[in-house]
Nanobody
Framework: QVQLVESGGDSVQPGGSLRLSCTVS????????MGWYRQAPGNKRELVAS???????NYLDSVKDRFTISRDNAKNTVYLQMNNLKPVDTAVYYC??????????WGQGTQVTVSS
């Protein structure tokens, strides 16, 4: 079975940084694009960043100068480095297979809270 396990979320003050991790099992990881999504209270889930098998990345406009997505195929893990966090970044963050359309059921996600 495909499993998606996110970790690294925390509560931070504006301007802080976090690195999220997502470990995937049940697929040939290196042959699949990966994406990070988030869902804030009262909002729909949105795509934040994605990375293709060749390393090409795409970002939501509001995060592209602050967040960096990367992958380690040897560890079946995709990361999201988040710098200069803002209150509007507060959300539950999820990963999934696919560049823009999720392929599998959602995992538990990891909570990121940015407040002063």
């Amino acid at each position: 079975q495909v499993q998606l396990v996110e970790s690294g979320g925390d509560s931070v003050q504006p301007g802080g940084s976090l690195r999220l991790s997502c470990t995937v099992s049940g697929i040939i990881f290196r042959l699949n694009a990966m994406g990070w999504y988030r869902q804030a209270p009262g909002n729909k889930r949105e795509l934040v960043a994605s990375i293709r098998t060749d390393g090409t990345t795409n970002y939501l406009d509001s995060v592209k100068d602050r967040f960096t997505i990367s992958r380690d195929n040897a560890k079946n893990t995709v990361y999201l480095q988040m710098n200069n966090l803002k209150p509007v970044d507060t959300a539950v963050y999820y990963c999934n297979v696919g560049r823009s359309v999720p392929v599998y059921s959602w995992g538990q996600g990891t909570q990121v809270t940015v407040s002063s």
